[in-house]
């Protein structure tokens, strides 16, 4: 993730030098890509600890498979808004 800075540094330099009009450094693209990146690691930072607990209740309860299931999906409906972001945008 630090491999950007120095390009990032280097542009907000050369824009200082120029004496350009200060505008986003980042493009409508870039932030929706950033958009869909973050939504992807919420809901597998989500899922780690649904997913265990879910393992662990079907483990003892067959019956929960169904509950354990969805349970598991939903953080993935997070990341699937974010696409539809990302497409609609």
């Known amino acids: 993730m630090l ?3 120095p390009a990032f540094v280097d542009a907000v330099l050369l824009a200082q030098e120029t004496g350009a009009a200060a505008g986003p450094t980042i493009t409508k693209n870039g932030m ?9 690691i919420g ?25 354990g299931l969805i349970m598991t999906v939903l ?10 972001t990302f497409f609609v945008g």
Do not use: H, K, M, N
């Open 43 to 67: 809901a597998g930072y989500a899922e780690r600890g649904i997913g265990s607990a879910a393992i662990g209740a079907i483990a003892e309860d067959e019956s929960l498979f169904g509950t």
């Open 3 to 5: 491999e950007i800075a």
């Open 32 to 40: 929706a890509a950033l958009a869909v990146g973050l939504a992807a």
């Open 75 to 84: 953080p993935e409906t997070l990341v699937i808004l974010a696409l539809v």
